[in-house]
């Protein structure tokens, strides 16, 4: 396919390089030069704005911060919409709101455009070598028209209804992990107040029945600051907060005040323990 790509971080980037692996034709636009080097001397066309990509591909996958870049790219002065012709796809990997993704889907169909409700997950290693997860909110026929082109990263599609689903299991599932970094890190709270060494408490931890990504993350970090300062941090804070307010009056909220602990850290407050 004649594919756009836009949003070239760390899972943007080996996002796109897969998709040019696998053959398709792909133009690039991205707001940093630094972002492109990586393509130096490939065979892919770079636009010198979002709109001149739209000009070009049959689909387009972007994966900006939040719901602000993504409308940005897509109706701002020179957002593809503009040129992009009716019955593109556009696949939205960034991480928004239900409610948000509804209404740029909403606004997107004004001009022809077919948007997915597309956030991937996995991380970086598992972009790289195609086994990326990407959960999909939206027409059936949008999806069968971009499935070779999802292939091209991911081994396992869920189509879990129409636009606006897929983000709120994204949701789900981000919350979820955020819940389990603090758990571990209750965990080890629990390990220092009984006088364990908390270096082999770690190690029984990561390899024992307890285990999974959630906690490794927190165990493998040192202490639950490390984790605010790293890179994951801001996404984590933003994902929860979109959760906490997709759940402000329905059952799951106790999901959410755990999760809500590793927000607090990221903010730069002081952690309790």
Do not use: W
């Not at 696998?22 to 892919?44: I, M, N, Q």
């Not at 599609?157 to 979820?176: M, W």
């Not at 933003?238 to 059952?251: C, F, G, I, Y």
Request: net charge negative; aromatic share 2%.
């Amino acid at each position: 396919m004649k594919v756009g790509f836009i949003g070239l971080g760390s899972m943007g980037l080996p996002m796109a390089q897969r998709l040019r692996s696998a053959g398709h034709e792909l133009t690039l636009y991205a707001r940093r030069p630094a972002s492109l080097e990586p393509f130096t001397g490939l065979d892919v066309t770079v636009a010198a704005t979002p709109a001149l990509l739209g000009a070009r591909v049959e689909a387009v996958g972007i994966c900006v911060f939040d719901a602000a870049g993504v409308e940005e790219v897509l109706f701002g002065p020179e957002g593809l919409a503009a040129n992009a012709a009716p019955g593109t796809v556009v696949l939205v990997h960034s991480t928004v709101s239900p409610a948000q993704i509804r209404a740029i889907a909403e606004r997107a169909a004004g001009h022809g455009l077919r948007v997915l409700d597309a956030p991937v997950s996995g991380g970086a290693p598992r972009a790289l070598t195609g086994e990326l997860t990407v959960m999909i909110g939206g027409d059936a026929a949008a999806l069968a028209d971009v499935t070779g082109l999802l292939a091209a990263f991911s081994n396992q599609v869920v189509h879990l209804g129409d636009v606006g689903a897929a983000s709120q299991a994204k949701l789900i599932n981000n919350t979820l992990l955020a819940a389990q970094i603090v758990l571990a890190d209750e965990a080890m709270t629990a390990g220092r107040s009984l006088g364990l060494d908390l270096e082999g408490l770690a190690s029984v931890l990561l390899t024992s029945s307890s285990s999974g990504v959630g906690s490794g993350v927190r165990l493998r970090a040192g202490s639950l600051a490390a984790v605010a300062d790293s890179p994951a941090g801001p996404t984590l804070a933003k994902d929860v907060t979109l959760m906490a307010e997709v759940l402000a009056s329905a059952p799951g909220r106790d999901l959410v005040e755990v999760a809500k602990r590793l927000v607090t850290a990221i903010r730069g407050k002081r952690d309790p323990q």
